[in-house]
């Protein structure tokens, strides 16, 4: 208690005093509890000096350790006492995608974080649950990276979340015991969590948004389709990623499965014994094994992840994340009808820049390995494989080639690639249901744009892959810009309002405050917002890119495209 409450306690009833400071948020060490036991949180102060509630490492589950690894994960256990939730559970092991390092971690890491402004019940808070991204390889919901002063400024509630990565998240092994998709299923039992848990920090159980970026982006509309995730959160939001992406195409992963098992020290086909064997290697040996089992193909086609969700095989006992054909499911609009908001940064392939220009030799060579993976898959013969690698290459750079001239259509090319079209696509299949989808493009640069000062191409106009996260989550990187700078602090205040309106009404501009209707996408009009200064709407995003990669796709005889019709 503060200085300040212990001298007015000598002169007044100090338990009302108490109340008082509850209701007023002012507690020092806030307890709660929730179904497993209580919970002692911490109290902070935002960036605008309001006060607020953190719970920090939260069990969600069980360790999922020694028997359990690779397998879906079991409820939590309860616990006696006060379980102190101040400080951030464990990251899961993995390989840090930008150092190239491996991080340690730990296995036993599903923890999640609840940061909220009012613990009364009462409240009924909307409730904004985050999925982090990292190419399902690395990455933690934890402040560091994910802090929540620019939303919770909004009355909102966030939870951030741990789930398993790479190899210990999504190996499948074609068996009962480990048919995939165990990270996933993480993010199940998060969401079971905060639906069953989440009123008692002030939250509203019945209006939780699923948020995700990039590779989570992905898994938030294959949460769409899973019947595991059904009524677990009643909005989307799905920045720079959806399912239908080409980095989200998978097969033969018992395959992939057994060269990791080569790789490590098990060269066998029996995929029993490979489990045993996997079980008994230290966590940290999985940590980048993607880059160190990519067959040529895997290497230079398509994005670079491997272990990703999966359409899981029926064994019947076993209840699957996912057991429909993703692209299939949303065309039929066999998924969770909920409002859902989407779209993507202006030049997301700038991430790429050191990629494209290591490739850009082989790609002028053998273009036929931009052809998408969903189109090689399909059966398509190797001489039509080359004839689109070559009107992907003459579309984006002519009669030029691919080199140090073309950098900007090659970044181009690669944007659309693994994000503009898919998600164009994505949209519009969506707006077939009766729930409306708002699409967005995301073009914004300034000093809070950290990727491409790191990657040394500021000069390049365009916001680069994640760079929205620095514009909705606080991080000692951004903090002092975002003091500093007034433009900062008004394009963060935008698009944080314009998230939290859609998570707390489903319409992200319910009135004229910000200057312009959002208005839903259309199959007609192609309806979206350009968020940058100002906000103004449009339609038919990127419409030229877009359609030469539908008539690609087309043209590969694949069903479910965009219609080129007003309907």
């Not at 709660?32 to 002692?40: C, I, N, R, S």
């Not at 086909?269 to 990519?294: C, E, H, M, W, Y």
């Not at 892959?465 to 700078?485: G, R, V």
Request: hydrophobic share 35%; charged share 20%.
């Amino acid at each position: 208690m503060s200085l300040l409450a212990k001298h007015l306690c000598k002169h007044n009833n100090c338990s009302s005093l108490v109340n008082i400071l509850k209701k007023r948020n002012l507690t020092t060490n806030p307890i709660v509890a929730v179904e497993q036991g209580k919970l002692k949180g911490a109290a902070s102060k935002l960036l605008d000096g309001s006060e607020y509630y953190s719970f920090k490492g939260i069990p969600y589950a069980q360790p999922p350790i020694r028997d359990l690894r690779f397998k879906a994960p079991l409820p939590p256990k309860s616990w006696d006492g006060v379980y102190e939730a101040t400080k951030h559970g464990p990251v899961c092991p993995q390989l840090n995608t930008i150092t190239a390092k491996v991080i340690e971690g730990n296995e036993d890491c599903l923890y999640l974080n609840v940061y909220t402004k009012s613990l009364a019940p009462s409240d009924k808070l909307p409730v904004m649950v985050f999925i982090h991204g990292g190419a399902l390889m690395s990455g933690s919901g934890n402040s560091d990276a994910y802090g929540p002063d620019f939303l919770l400024q909004h009355d909102v509630i966030l939870v951030t979340l741990n789930y398993r990565l790479e190899v210990l998240g999504f190996l499948n092994l074609d068996i009962p015991e480990v048919p995939g998709n165990a990270g996933m299923k993480d993010q199940v039992a998060a969401l079971k969590w905060v639906k069953s848990n989440i009123a008692k920090f002030g939250g509203d159980p019945d209006n939780i948004t699923l948020i995700g970026e990039s590779a989570s982006a992905a898994g938030v509309t294959s949460h769409m389709i899973s019947s595991m995730s059904k009524g677990l959160f009643n909005k989307a939001i799905a920045q720079s990623g959806t399912v239908m992406d080409d980095w989200m195409r998978n097969r033969d992963s018992q395959a992939r499965a057994f060269r990791l098992g080569k790789v490590l020290g098990k060269d066998t086909d029996n995929p029993v014994d490979l489990l045993k064997f996997l079980q008994s290697v230290p966590a940290t040996n999985f940590a980048g094994s993607t880059l160190k089992i990519r067959t040529f193909e895997e290497s230079n086609r398509g994005g670079p992840i491997l272990f990703t969700p999966i359409v899981e095989k029926d064994f019947g006992n076993v209840e699957p994340f996912l057991n429909v054909d993703p692209v299939n499911a949303i065309a039929s609009g066999n998924v969770s009808k909920i409002p859902v908001l989407t779209g993507y940064n202006s030049l997301e392939a700038i991430m790429m820049i050191g990629t494209i220009r290591k490739k850009a030799e082989f790609r002028s060579k053998n273009p036929d390995y931009l052809v998408p993976k969903e189109i090689v898959f399909n059966n398509v013969s190797a001489e039509k494989l080359k004839e689109f690698g070559n009107r992907i290459k003459k579309f984006y750079v002519g009669d030029g080639e691919f080199n140090d001239d073309t950098i900007e259509a090659q970044i181009h090319m690669l944007s659309d690639y693994h994000y503009t079209y898919s998600i164009n696509r994505f949209t519009y299949l969506y707006s077939k249901t009766d729930q409306p989808i708002y699409n967005y493009v995301l073009d914004y640069n300034s000093d809070m744009n950290l990727f491409k000062k790191m990657l040394k191409v500021k000069h390049i106009k365009g916001m680069c892959h994640a760079e929205d996260q620095f514009y909705l989550f606080s991080n000692k990187s951004t903090t002092d810009i975002y003091k500093a700078q007034e433009n900062i602090r008004n394009m963060v205040y935008t698009l944080t309002k314009l998230w939290t309106n859609f998570a707390k009404t489903s319409d992200p501009t319910p009135d004229e405050s910000l200057g312009v209707k959002w208005n839903p996408y259309t199959p007609s009009g192609k309806e979206y917002l350009h968020i940058g200064e100002p906000l103004r709407m449009g339609h038919a995003a990127n419409s030229e890119r877009v359609e030469f990669w539908n008539q690609l796709f087309r043209d590969a005889g694949l069903p479910h495209v965009i219609s080129s019709k007003n309907n």
